[in-house]
């Protein structure tokens, strides 16, 4: 099949590349609900500085098992969508799992990462954002995370969705969660052109539909910028305007959130590595999250320790060992363990 041998190069690709630059051989497996994206799509390869990653989109799960035959084993890592997002795709986690039986497994939440790559945009592009009128066309799972953000940020958002009752729950949902404190406040509406009026930013987040229009575009700010989150929301006549306007459009970029996510991947991975502790006479030494008692030294690597982190309270929280007179002992104890003077 086609999809297949496109498979097989991209994984060669991968393969050599991983070698050349020692780096970590992955490939990514998630779903998409864009209606503009084939039922079988191969993004273009991602990498970072320690990773090659093939990447595929689906919108069903019938050639879940050949794609799977394909890259088990082969690659390093597997990286599955854990979000639900199409009716033809549930629990695609447990399935792949079910299946694969080299590849090592990790999950990650694609939405998750487009938000927090939007947010980091917005908030290095207008800012501050403090009483700043953001306009968000499309109050699904995307949009309606990066409200919340935003709001948090101190903006006023302007939500919008053709469900009127879905979107009023949402919006009071995301009002209570975010801080008392703050005057910023989700506002709702289906009314697209009411919302953009006078926005300050403009962010388009439905998926693959064009809904954000000339007439819009006519309705913003003179330095409104507009933000394509959803991939082809924009008609191309409200693009021809913002151009006249001399308005930015941004197409998002998911690259600093998956590397970030990437990241933190990893260095969970280490960290959960690390979980141990050992016995020091009355006290114990803990890496790695473990929950200790009063009194316990927490430390960098219990098998190779190179420094005190803090002393456990017996709560879930640290004492600052530098201003600890209670636990001197203690921590003189694990100094010279770390010198190699006991063992």
């Avoid at 780096?23 to 209606?35: D, G, Q, R």
Wanted: proline share 2%; hydrophobic share 35%.
């Amino acid at each position: 099949m086609k999809h297949l041998k496109e498979l097989r190069e991209i994984v060669k690709t991968i393969i050599k590349k991983a070698k050349e630059e020692n780096k970590k051989s992955m490939f990514s497996i998630a779903t998409t609900s864009n209606i503009n994206n084939r039922n079988i799509l191969f993004p273009s390869i991602r990498e970072t500085d320690k990773t090659i990653c093939g990447n595929i989109l689906l919108t069903s799960d019938k050639y879940l098992k050949e794609i799977i035959k394909e890259i088990d084993g082969i690659v390093e890592i597997i990286l599955v969508d854990a979000e639900t997002k199409v009716l033809n795709i549930t629990n695609l986690e447990l399935k792949v799992r079910n299946i694969v039986k080299e590849s090592k497994i990790f999950t990650f939440r694609p939405n998750d990462l487009t938000v927090d790559a939007a947010d980091a945009l917005i908030a290095q592009t207008k800012y501050p954002l403090k009483d700043k009128k953001v306009t968000i066309i499309g109050g699904g799972n995307i949009g309606s995370k990066l409200a919340l953000k935003l709001v948090e940020r101190g903006a006023n958002i302007y939500l919008t969705r053709k469900n009127e009752r879905k979107l009023k729950k949402i919006s009071g949902g995301l009002n209570t969660i975010k801080s008392d404190y703050l005057k910023s406040k989700i506002y709702y509406t289906t009314q697209n052109l009411r919302a953009a009026e006078n926005a300050d930013i403009l962010i388009g987040t439905t998926p693959g539909i064009a809904a954000i229009t000339k007439e819009m575009i006519c309705k913003i700010k003179g330095s409104c910028i507009i933000i394509d989150i959803g991939n082809g929301t924009i008609f191309p006549d409200a693009i021809e305007e913002a151009k006249k306007r001399k308005i930015k459009i941004f197409c998002l970029s998911m690259k600093p959130g998956y590397d970030g996510a990437l990241e933190t991947i990893f260095q969970t991975e280490e960290f959960i590595k690390r979980q141990k502790s050992r016995n020091l006479e009355n006290f114990s030494i803990i890496s790695g999250g473990i929950l200790g008692k009063r009194g316990d030294i927490i430390i960098d690597n219990v098998d190779k320790p190179t420094k005190i982190i803090a002393i456990a309270d017996g709560k879930g929280d640290t004492i600052p060992y530098l201003n600890s007179k209670e636990f001197q002992k203690n921590i003189q104890t694990v100094k010279k363990l770390i010198k190699g003077e006991i063992k």
